[in-house]
C-alpha cells in the first residue's frame, strides 16, 4: 500500500471551517481542530509512515512570524513595540506581523523592511509537491550528487555545486523575509546593548559587517512589517496602509526609505534594484449577441466573434506597450476569453466574456478605459463588415441599399444582422449602472445591494475568483437592464496596482545603496521600474482621482474589495525593491544563492541603514 498521503488544498488550515457553529476567523484565531481530527484520522490508517502538509498557511505562518519577534532581545525590554494586525473584515483571518525598534537620541528617521509571506501553488512538481516545501530533503539530494531526471543545465550546475537552496518561496521570498528578521534582531540588540551600557549592566562591543568595532550611532528607527496575498491580490498590502499611517502617527515616525526585500535577479554580473514598480488594471469585458439556431447563423450575431475581433485589436498590442526613459512595458494578455454558455447547444454563442492584464507606467483607468471604449466600436464594425463578405459569399444576395443598415464608414448591410452589429452599443459599468438606476430607480438600488452580497459570500467562500466574479456580477447586471440587443459591457476586475516611481528620492535612495554595496564589493544596476507587479504600487502616494475612477468601473468595489481612498493617498515612501539573488521564481527549480542570503543581501542593507541614520 501507499506510505505517505499529502493533504493539500488552497486554504488548507480552514479545512472544516464551514462547520464551525462560530467562525473564530473573525476574531483572528483559528484553532485548526477540524484540520487536527483529519491528520489524527489519516495517521490511523494501518502501514501510513508520513503525513505531509502541501501547503505552508498563513495564520500558521504569522503566528511563528510574531512568536520569532516577540524573542528577539529588544521586543522582550518593548513588548508594546510588535504584534499582529489583523486585517479587517477578511474571511480567511489573515494578520500583519510587525516589529518596530526604536534608535535613540529622539530621532524620527525610520526605515521600513517588508514582504510577504504567502507563495504560490506548486501543481508543477506534480508527484513530487511534498519535495517543494522540504528544504530538507533538497540539501540531502544535493550532497547524493545526483541531479534530478528534467533539470536544465544551468539548475544542475547551480544544483550539484551547493551554492543554493531549493524549494517553493526560498526566493520568493521566504529569503528576504528571513534577512528583515535578521536585521530587525542585529539593530534591536545595538539598541539593547547600547542602553546596558548606559547604565552601566554591559560592555559595549558589537559585530558588524566590516568586523568588531565601537557600535555606530543609534539614531534611527527600523520598522519590520511582513504581509499576505501579495501573489494573488495584495490583500495584506492595501490594508496595512491605515495601518502603517497609524503607526507614524502613535510613535512619531518619518518614514524615510521603505525596502521591499524581494529577490534580486544579476544582469552581467551586477544585482538588480528597482525604485519604482508597473501598475496593472485587469480589463473584464462581456458581449452580449443574437441568438440563432445554426440553421440561421445569419440572423444571429455570434458573441465570440465579435470578442475574439476586440482580442485581436488587443492581444499584445504594441500601442499599450508604454517605454520610459530604461523599461518598455509588457503589452497586454489575455487570461480568460470563452462563452457564457452553461452546457452545450446548437445556437450561435449569446454571450461571451473575458479579461486580460494591462500593465503600464503613465496611462490611467480613465484612459484605458476610453480607448478600449474606441476598439469595442471597431470590433462591432469589423465583425459587421466580415458577416456581409461571408453572407454576400455564402448565399450571392443582392439587397436594395434603401433597406440596408449602414457602418460608420456609410458601407451598405445586406447581411440581416449585420446592421444591428454595426449599431451595437459599448457601455463602460458606471454608465450600464447609471442606466439601471434611472430606468428602475430605488428597486433597482435594493436589488444591487443583494447581489452584491450574494458575490461576495461566493468569495469568502473561496468558490470563485475576483476575475470570475466579476464577468458573473456584470451579466448579472446586464440581465437586471433589460438590455436585448448587441452590447459590449467593459468594466474592472480585481487586483489594481498603481504605477509608482520614487523619482528623484529614489535616485538618492540608489545612490545610498550602491555605496553601502560597494563595501562588500556588489554590483548593483538600477532599474526604474519592476514590470512583474509588487506591494511598491501602495506606498507611493496613490493618486485620489485615478483610484475613484477606478473605483467607478469596478462592480466588485466595497467591501469585497477596496481600499482606503484617503490612506492610500497619505501614505508615500520613497522604495525599492532589493533582496537577496534568486533563479527560476515560481518554477520547480526556485533557488536562492547562499552566498547572498547569509552574507552579502545582509551585509549591504546594514551599510545602508548606518549610512541612512547618520545622515
Known sequence: GYKEVVLTGIHLSSYGIERMEENPVSHGDWNHRELLALIKEVHAIEGLERIRLGSLEPRIITREFAEELAKQPYFKEYPEQTGKYLLPEDSFGRSVPWGLVKGRNGSRKTIILTGHYDVVDTEEYGNERALAYDVEKWEDLVKSGNALPGMPEEVKKDFLSGDWMFGRGTADMKGGLSVGLA???????????????????????????????????????????????????????????????????????????????????????????????????????????????????????????????????????????????????????????????EGYDVSVPFRAGGYMSMLGFEKTPDEVIKRLKELGKESFEEYARRMEAQWKAVEKAEVPEEKAGLTSEG????????????????????????????????????????????????????ETNFPSATLDFMEQLLNQSGISGPIMILGFAPPFYPAVDSGKEGKILFKEMKKAAEKENVSLKCH???????????????????????????????????????????????????????KDIHTRWERVNKASLYEKTPAVLKNFIEQMFDK
Open 183 to 341: 536585521l530587525l534582531d542585529w539593530y534591536g540588540k545595538l539598541v539593547v546593548e547600547a542602553e546596558r551600557k548606559e547604565c552601566g549592566t554591559a560592555a559595549f562591543e558589537t559585530k558588524t559587517a566590516s568586523g568588531t568595532e565601537e557600535t555606530p550611532e543609534i539614531s534611527g528607527n527600523l520598522l519590520f512589517v511582513t504581509v499576505p496575498d501579495e501573489e494573488g491580490y495584495s490583500a495584506g498590502m492595501r490594508h496595512a496602509v491605515p495601518f502603517l499611517n497609524d503607526l507614524k502617527e502613535r510613535f512619531d515616525l518619518e518614514y524615510t526609505a521603505l525596502i521591499d526585500l524581494e529577490p534580486a535577479s544579476m544582469e552581467n554580473g551586477a544585482k538588480t534594484i528597482y525604485t519604482g514598480s508597473v501598475g496593472k488594471t485587469m480589463p473584464a469585458v462581456l458581449v452580449q449577441g443574437v441568438k440563432a439556431h445554426v440553421l440561421n447563423c445569419f440572423q444571429g450575431v455570434s458573441s465570440v466573434g465579435v470578442l475574439s475581433s476586440f482580442f485581436m485589436k488587443t492581444e499584445l498590442a504594441p500601442e499599450f506597450a508604454e517605454k520610459s526613459a530604461t523599461e518598455i512595458c509588457p503589452p497586454p494578455t489575455w487570461f480568460c476569453l470563452r462563452d457564457r454558455k
Open 528 to 582: 526604474e521600474y519592476f514590470c512583474g507587479i509588487s506591494d511598491l504600487s501602495y506606498c507611493g502616494g496613490m493618486d485620489k482621482e485615478e483610484l475613484a475612477a477606478y473605483a467607478a468601473q469596478t462592480p466588485l468595489w466595497g467591501s469585497a474589495y477596496a481600499m482606503d481612498i484617503e490612506a492610500m493617498a497619505k501614505l508615500k515612501i520613497p522604495s525599492m525593491l532589493f533582496g537577496p539573488w534568486g
Open 411 to 462: 458601407n451598405p448591410l445586406a447581411c440581416p444582422s449585420a446592421a444591428a452589429v454595426a449599431e451595437a452599443e459599448v457601455l463602460t459599468v458606471s454608465e450600464l449602472l447609471a442606466y439601471c438606476r434611472k430606468e428602475q430607480g430605488e428597486a433597482f438600488t435594493a436589488w444591487l445591494l443583494e447581489a452584491y452580497k450574494t458575490q461576495k459570500a461566493h468569495l469568502d467562500k473561496g
